[in-house]
Structure formats: C-alpha cells, structure tokens
C-alpha cells in the first residue's frame, strides 16, 4: 500500500509539472534606462499623465518603488555598467564616467579609446575598460552570434556599456552636430543611420523646436514655483550649445524614439525566434543641468513629456512585435545632479572643502613625518594618490602611511571620514564601508578616499564649473518589468539593481554576466 501511494504521488507530481508550460522566451528584451528618474517624483505627478504611460506600467507591469544601487557616488556610467554588468565598480571597473588614470595621472574618460576611430564624431571610443562581461555579451555568446544587440542613448557612456563588448551597434547623439554617430569598435554602422542623419537628424529641425508647457500653468502645483508666466525656450537661441540644451531636455527622449522607430523598421530585431536585445535611454533631470529650483515648472513638464514618449514607444513596439513578445525593463540611473548651495540663506550648516589645499598639507605632514619628498602624487575627485615609487625607494610600509594619511585628514574642517585602501580592502565590515567598497577600485581608484559632510562644497579651484554640494539623501528609483506575461504587482521592498542582469538572464535562458553573483527576481 505504501508504494502504492508513492507511485501516485510521483505521477501526480510529473502530472503537475507538465501541466504548467514554462513562459515562453521573449523575441525581444527592451532595456530602458532613465537617467535620474525619481519615483516620487513620478507618483508625485500622476495626475498630469495620460493612461498609456506611467499609469500603464503601473497597473500591468511587475514594480519595484525602491531599486538601490549597493555602491557609493552613483552617477550615469558606474550606474549603466552596474545594470548590465549585474555587479559593482569593484568588479567591473566602472567607478566613475571619469577617473585618474594612475599611468599618467591625467583624468580619463571610461569610453575613451585612441585605438578605434568615430562614425559621425571625432571622439575615439570602446568598452575595453569594461572589465567584466555583459548581458548584451552572453546573449552573444549564448546565441553564437545571431541574437541582435542595438543600444541608443543621448549620452556616449550609455550606449557604450549598454551594447557592451559584442554589440552590433552603439548610437549616441553628437552635442556639437545632433548627428547620431558611433565608433569603429562596432564594425556595424548601417546605411539606415547614415541615410537618417543625411536627411531627418535633429539639426535639420531644431530651429523650429520651441519647449513650452503642455498644461496650463496652474496644473502644474507640486514643486513650488517662482514664476508667474509659462516658460518658453528655443533650442536654437543659443547657436553655440543647442544641441546639449536638446540633449538635457525631455525633447531627447523622441529623438530616441525617432531613431528607435529606424531600427525596428530597417533592421530584423524582434523578428525571429532567436532573442534580441535593445537598449535605450531617456532623460528626466533638470533642463541644461540647472536646479529643480530653478526649474520646477520645467521638471514637472519633462515628467509629462516623458509619460508620453514612454506611451508612444510601447504603442510602437506593440504594433511592429507585440507586447506579448517582448520584455520591458525599465529603471533609473539612482542619481540626480547636484543641487545650488543656498544652504547659508537658511543658516544650515555648510562650508568648503578644498582638495587641493587638504592635498598640499598632506604632503607636509608626510614630509615632517618621513622626510623630504612628494608622497602626494595627485588627486582627483575626493581621491587622493600617493607616490609609490617615492615610498617604496624609501623602504616605507605604504599601509602604514596610508593609515596615517586617513587620520590626518580626519583634522580637516568639513571631512565626515577618510578611508585607506587597506582600511578598505581588509578592514572590518560596516553597512558604509560595504557601499564604498563595493564603489572601490583597487587599480583605479586613490590611497585614500575622502568622504565629505553633507551641506558641504566640494570647491574645484582650476574648474568652478566642477563645483559640488554634498548631498547624502536617499534618491528613491523605480524598476519595472512589463510585457511577456509578467504579473502585475507593486513591490515597497528595497532591491538591488544587481537582480537586473541575472533575471533578464533566466527568462531568456542563458547565463548571467560572468561578475553577476545575484539571483534572478521573480516576475513571472
């Protein structure tokens, strides 16, 4: 009797198995990253959307309200490559859009390479300081080559990391022509981009582009405002920059559309059974980079703008591949830019931090300590080098130096805490030393790190343009998955972006990029 009921309960099992089909693989996964989407800000300007945008997501897709990055100094490029990477600047490299390259000591751009040559732009690009492989990669890999990865962005880093190491092609906007171009890296660049910028690129329209709001000015109530008049801009009115005025401008996301529109009419993604890949990215911060009080009515308007973009490219993949086949995975670079330091007006607390000045009395503490000698080699960005031939031909112990360097610091006015790369690399745990870390380079990032108070100026005396307040307040972020039967939910808990990479990798049965140690989310 008793294996009588274990053998119906093993076939009812296999009878249960089979009876539930695993989803079927999606033709095309549609990666939409908006740089600096805030979800309250989102909720917050519901009632100015229509039904086809933000409030169709909401109500169809899986939703998470609170995606973090489990790194410190978020910003677009460590942000991209964390996405499709699945892991962090300590594995994949990408700590910054810019670093101090420790060879030459001059800052470097994390796309720029002299090796390759630009389509359509004079700057020479590649992923090679992309460290760690991508989604976009093993879809490659996992397809032998026949699964299509495309990626458009405003922004070069974007588009770069988006399309990683194997792409077919990477498209950015060129803020000097409006030309969408490329590089050499990808030997792809097709006839129907060229043929698009010869005769439909932005700088043949941009003279009749005006930015005004689409509601009237009294819909617009949840940011305080200081006006008492709509604003009006024309992109063209400044000759000089109008293309980077576009390019930091809701006006962005339909020339990603537009140029997304060409791909999927020109090219065959989404048209086989082998899965495809596309990336794209929106904007959604201050207009030119100013601040949200200095453009609250610009703001709220670019939320509508982009509920409309988001509709019209749902509406368009619908119609050319069907919603049914594709998944959409939208989400925010978990930043926004830098706010005015008003802070003295209403008497909260502040001052400036001077790198070069704290990097210069560095120096002579060390001197004092060890000798004459430039043990301060160069600094960069709350980042301080040190001079390793110089220590090492003295026979120094560097952990030592750089243990004493970290409490120096500690002295200086403004300094919250200064971390050493062994205090890093081999120290005892905590929550914020693991977000540091994890934004921790060994190859590329300083001896020692400065952490700045909030309310606190970070002054570039050599560049004011770089000036920046500090500002530690949690940025909350959407992540959405939609389309290829996900179940719709709304999610409050905290989750990683991490879990993007390998879920896109599971529902498309392939592996996930080889640095990616999180587990797949479950969304359908």
């Known amino acids: 009797m008793k294996g009588l009921l274990t053998s119906i309960l093993t076939v009812l099992t296999i009878t249960g198995l089979q009876a539930q089909p695993l989803p079927a693989t999606p033709k095309l996964v549609v990666g939409l990253t908006i740089d600096q989407l805030r979800t309250d800000y989102l909720e917050a300007f519901s009632s100015l959307y229509g039904e086809k945008g933000f409030k169709r997501l909401w109500k169809e897709g899986k939703v998470f309200r609170n995606a973090e990055y489990n790194f410190s100094k978020v910003d677009r490029a460590s942000a991209i490559a964390a996405i499709y990477t699945g892991t962090t600047p300590s594995m994949n490299g990408i700590t910054a859009n810019q670093w101090l390259d420790i060879s030459t000591l001059r800052p470097i751009n994390c796309v720029d390479d002299p090796a390759f040559m630009g389509n359509y732009t004079d700057e020479s690009s590649s992923p090679a300081l992309l460290l760690t492989s991508t989604i976009a990669d093993e879809l490659k890999i996992a397809t032998r080559n026949k699964g299509l990865v495309y990626a458009i962005a405003p922004f070069r880093d974007a588009a770069i990391f988006a399309a990683g190491h194997t792409g077919n092609g990477a498209f950015w906007l060129n803020n000097n022509t409006g030309k969408w171009c490329s590089t050499t890296y990808y030997t792809e660049f097709p006839w129907w981009v060229s043929q698009y910028n010869d005769r439909q690129a932005v700088d043949f329209r941009i003279g009749d582009m005006t930015w005004t709001p689409v509601h009237p000015m009294e819909k617009y109530i949840y940011l305080p405002e200081w006006r008492d008049t709509p604003f009006k801009y024309k992109f063209d009115d400044d000759r000089r920059n109008k293309f980077r005025r576009l390019i930091a401008s809701p ?11 060409e791909l999927l009419d020109k090219s065959n993604i989404g048209k086989d059974e082998v899965p495809d890949m596309l990336s794209l990215m929106y904007y959604a911060g201050n207009y030119a980079h100013k601040t949200s009080q200095e453009c609250a009515m610009e703001l709220q308007d670019t939320y509508v703008r982009l509920d409309r973009s988001i509709a019209h490219l749902l509406d368009v993949i619908d119609k050319k591949i069907g919603l049914q086949n594709v998944l959409f995975c939208i989400t925010s670079t978990g930043y926004v830019d830098t706010e005015s330091a008003d802070h003295g007006l209403y008497r909260i607390p502040g001052g400036e931090f001077h790198l070069n000045r704290c990097a210069a009395l560095l120096n002579m503490f060390l001197m004092a300590t060890y000798g004459e000698g430039q043990y301060v080699e160069a600094y960069y960005d709350q980042q301080i080098y040190l001079n390793h031939k110089l220590i090492e031909k003295k026979q120094l112990d ?37 977000l540091i870390r994890n934004g921790f380079h060994r190859k590329r990032s300083g001896d020692l790190l400065i952490e700045v108070l909030p309310g606190w100026t970070i002054v570039n005396e050599s560049n004011p343009t770089e000036n920046r307040i500090i500002r530690s307040a949690h940025i909350p972020a959407p992540l959405v998955f939609f389309g290829n039967s996900v179940k719709p939910e709304i999610i409050d808990t905290p989750v990683s972006v991490g879990h993007i990479a390998p879920t896109l990798a599971h529902t498309m049965r392939i592996r996930a990029p080889n640095a990616c140690s999180s587990i797949p989310l479950t969304i359908r």
């Open 251 to 261: 006006f962005v996301n339909d020339e990603v559309n537009l140029l997304t529109e």
């Open 398 to 434: 560097l952990s030592e130096i750089q243990n004493k360097a970290a409490d120096f610091l500690m002295q200086f006015s403004g300094v919250n805490e200064a971390y050493s790369a062994q205090r890093l690399l081999l120290g005892s745990w905590t929550p914020e030393i693991d």
